[in-house]
Nanobody, 124 residues
């Protein structure tokens, strides 16, 4: 089992930015497709972004497209989620998830490993 750890969450004003990190101590993530999910209070988890293990293709939900960017560290030690122009509705717990899969397509099944999450709060 891959032990994932998210970091970088915090309190930020609307319009601000945060960068979340997802890493597995002692392992690289190059063989894993990594997805970012978030869960707002009273809501189901929502996949907001994904980056593939195969060719680095990225996907974004409509709610974050144009504001969030997912990327891999050049050493494959971490995957980042750069969040810009944050809105109050972006508030929630953000999780990274890893899957031994080549694409972000749901036909490849569920993700295998999840981190514990990091809180992001966007508020004035």
């Amino acid at each position: 089992q891959l032990q994932l750890v998210e970091s970088g969450g915090g309190l930020v004003q609307p319009g601000g930015s945060l960068r979340l990190s997802c890493a597995a101590s002692g392992f690289t993530l190059d063989y894993y497709t990594i997805a970012w999910f978030r869960q707002a209070p009273g809501k189901e988890r929502e996949e907001v972004s994904c980056i593939t293990s195969s060719d680095g293709t990225t996907q974004y939900s409509d709610s974050v497209k144009g504001r969030f960017t997912v990327s891999r560290d050049s050493t494959e030690k971490a995957v980042y989620l750069q969040m810009n122009s944050l809105k109050p509705e972006d508030t929630g717990v953000y999780y990274c998830a890893a899957g031994v899969r080549s694409t972000c397509h749901p036909e490849e099944g569920p993700y295998d490993d999840w981190g514990q999450g990091t809180q992001v709060t966007v508020s004035s």
